[in-house]
């Protein structure tokens, strides 16, 4: 009868019923499948023992930020400043898009706001500068998933909870593969643009450094506070979520955008982002719950080790399922759904949690490119008109570029761990 479960789960999910509500009814029908209906008695203090976790808390609060960010006339000070910055580069826009990402994704932590505030200013700019529409909102949606490496990120969090890791390593150890993400863009936009002679900025269009720095200052605060209150040890990513919510709202007052109403906006947006969020962890919880009562983990661990997969072999193997749950599955929903099961048999042969984190936090996120689903690909496209086929087509090269990056966090473990080993975030 364990065969009702996912069939129950696909009828559901063709329904159009939430995701949340698909799983937590294909979990209750799987307890009595399996003979365990028995233990759902105690399915609810499973269920609150997943959601009361202190990590999570920051959740909210840097969600909060980010929209707060998001109404508050941060993002055209930003652009301007990577206007600034790497404007006058061959293929500049391109730069000044990549370079925004980084920024925004120090303030948001989410890849789809980033794709759609930057989709909403740059791509028109890039399209009047002579960037065809498809080349600009491919670069839009390949550089906005800095936003969930680059810290503060929410995947993190929700990793982090899940597998009781340390958050502030998490966000420590995300930084330099953010940042070689962004440098591995910037030089695939570098080779367009001299391979299909991109335009430069003229130096009368480039807003003046100085002043565009100083008008800047306020949004930079933001991630510089996060950062710096986690890395000196005087917050902790929660304290610091809570501390940036109050820095963007100065920082909206500051730009003269941050109204009661955006501000009453941001909260609604928040609950509603937060709660879906909850509610999604509460019905994998169910099915973790089952999992752990008929010892999936140890059954994976021992076809691993029957089929003789070393680490690396393994390591290779989760990643491709991680590729593929990509395509179909939001990234929460296949981090609730996989980390439980597969990642602890990673870290039995050796894996460094931190370094695993951060890899699966990089490897799901490329799903945010990849159809059938493709959420940043659907943002932009919405937002921007381009055909969402003839866009994913063009995204194709930068994907190619981060799955190579991808890799090299996989075979390279030190890229992720040397600054928070350094920082004395992880041991020797």
């Given amino acids: 009868m364990i065969w009702a479960a996912p069939v129950l789960g696909a009828v559901l999910l063709a329904s159009g019923l939430a995701i949340a509500y698909v799983i937590g009814a294909s979990a209750v029908v799987a307890f009595f499948g399996a003979g365990q209906e028995r233990y759902l008695a105690i399915l609810p203090q499973q269920i609150f023992s997943k959601i009361d976790v202190f ?13 707060i ?49 930057v989709s909403n200013t740059l791509v028109p700019a890039m399209r009047e500068q002579g960037y065809t529409l498809t080349y600009a ?19 993190m969090i929700f990793y982090g909870a899940l597998m009781n890791t340390s958050v502030t390593a998490l966000f420590i150890a995300g930084i330099v593969p953010g940042l070689l993400l962004a440098l591995a ?28 720095l100083l008008r800047a200052l306020p949004a930079l605060c933001i991630p510089g506070i996060i950062l710096g209150g986690i890395v000196f040890g005087l917050m902790t990513p929660t304290e610091a979520a809570a501390v940036a919510v109050v820095a ?20 609604k947006r928040t609950a509603m982002l937060s709660g879906s969020i909850f509610m999604l962890i509460a019905a994998v919880s169910a ?31 989760l990643n491709v399922i991680f590729l593929l749950a990509g395509m179909v599955l939001d990234t929460p929903v296949a981090l609730a759904l996989l980390v439980p099961l597969l990642a602890p048999v990673a870290l039995e ?37 381009i055909n969402y086929w003839r866009l994913a087509r063009a995204v194709l090269p930068f994907l190619v570029v981060e799955i190579a990056v991808l890799g090299v966090l996989i075979w390279v473990p030190e890229v992720t761990l040397w600054l928070p080993r350094v920082l004395g975030f992880i041991g020797g």
Wanted: hydrophobic letters at 55%.
């Fill in 349 to 385: 042969q050796g894996a460094d949690p931190v370094h695993l984190g951060i890899v699966l936090c990089f490897n799901l996120t490329l799903g945010l490119l990849t159809p059938p689903l493709g959420g940043c690909l659907i943002i932009v496209s919405t937002v921007t008109g």
């Fill in 248 to 267: 963007a709202a100065f920082a909206g007052m500051a730009y003269e955008r941050m109204t009661l109403m955006a501000l009453f906006e941001a909260l």
């Fill in 185 to 212: 863009l910037m030089l695939a936009n570098g080779y367009f643009a001299w391979r299909d002679d991109h335009p430069r900025a003229a130096k009368g269009e480039l807003p003046p450094f100085l002043p565009t």
């Fill in 137 to 155: 909102g491919a670069i839009t949606a390949a550089s906005s998933i800095i936003g969930p490496i680059v810290p503060p990120s929410i995947v």
């Fill in 287 to 317: 099915l973790g719950y089952l999992g752990a009562l008929e010892r999936l983990p140890e059954a994976i661990a021992d076809m691993v080790t029957g089929a003789g997969l070393g680490p690396v072999e393994y390591m290779l193997l």
């Fill in 55 to 67: 990590a999570l808390m920051a959740m909210p609060l840097f969600i909060l930020a980010g929209e």
């Fill in 69 to 117: 960010m998001n109404r508050g006339g941060v993002t055209r000070v930003l652009i301007r400043l990577a206007m600034a910055l790497v404007g006058r580069l061959p293929g500049g826009l391109g730069h000044v898009n990549v370079m925004t990402s980084v920024f925004f994704a120090g303030i948001s932590g989410s890849a789809v706001a980033d794709s759609a505030a």
